[in-house]
């Protein structure tokens, strides 16, 4: 394992990185206003869980295609475009932001939260430069002589995902305070809606007409 100063200085590294404003903070954030806070709690907990699968394809270095064929890059790139657009037309189109009608109250969070993570994890593999940021990121911070190279990639996502918990928790309560706070007027809540999708469509094209730089 690499020893303690390198690992706090991933830290400080990761602390810099999710303390800045991008695409996940925002979707998180929106997620949060929009639909309360176990939809931001769901929708982190997918994006952690896809940063995990994006360290274990490096560690085998399944990664290293988006770099050696493009075209695989580009495939996945617009793929996860596509899928950023559909969740934009389902958040204004969706006739409750909050949860569908499936019985009981416990039933639909529950439901709403599988919903959430299953899609932050899907926007987050579908997202090669995340790929790319983990393999350019990691390995300055293994040390193959001190042990397995998998198990270091993989101590280092849970280092990551934790600051990202801390950060985004700062993010999260607030947000659902606000958007609980202007969801008793049906004009706000179809505002919310809006603005969950148009932060969709921005971070589809974002994902579709950026380069790999």
């Known amino acids: 394992m690499p020893d303690i100063s390198t690992l706090l200085l991933f830290s400080v590294a990761a602390l810099a990185l999710t303390a800045s404003p991008g695409p996940d903070m925002l979707l998180i954030a929106s997620r949060s206003a929009a639909q309360g806070r176990i939809a931001g709690l769901a929708t982190w907990s997918g994006i952690a869980a896809g940063t995990y699968c994006h360290a274990l394809a490096a560690?085998?270095?399944l990664t290293q295609l988006f770099l050696a064929v493009p075209?695989?890059?580009?495939a996945v790139r617009y793929a996860g475009a596509a899928y950023l657009l559909y969740l934009a037309w389902k958040a204004v189109t969706s006739k409750d932001p909050s949860y569908e009608q499936t019985g009981s109250a416990s039933i639909c969070k529950t439901h709403t939260a599988t919903v959430m993570f299953r899609q932050g994890l899907?926007?987050?593999l579908?997202?090669?430069?995340m790929a790319i940021f983990v393999l350019a990121l990691f390995p300055q911070f293994i040390v193959p002589e001190?042990?397995?190279v998998a198990v270091q990639i993989m101590v280092l996502a849970t280092i990551l995902n934790t600051i990202g918990f801390l950060i985004n928790g700062f993010i999260i309560l607030p947000a659902s305070r606000i958007g609980s706070i202007l969801s008793g007027s049906k004009w706000s809540r179809t505002l919310s809606q809006y603005l969950l999708g148009t932060v969709f469509v921005?971070?589809?094209l974002r994902l579709a007409f950026?380069?790999?730089k």
């Not at 075209?71 to 580009?74: G, Q, S």
């Not at 579908?126 to 430069?129: S, V």
């Open 202 to 204: 921005g971070l589809a």
């Open 71 to 74: 075209v695989a890059y580009d």
């Open 122 to 124: 899907l926007t987050n």
């Open 126 to 129: 579908l997202n090669p430069k």
């Open 59 to 61: 560690a085998f270095g």
């Open 210 to 212: 950026d380069n790999r």
């Open 146 to 148: 001190t042990g397995s």
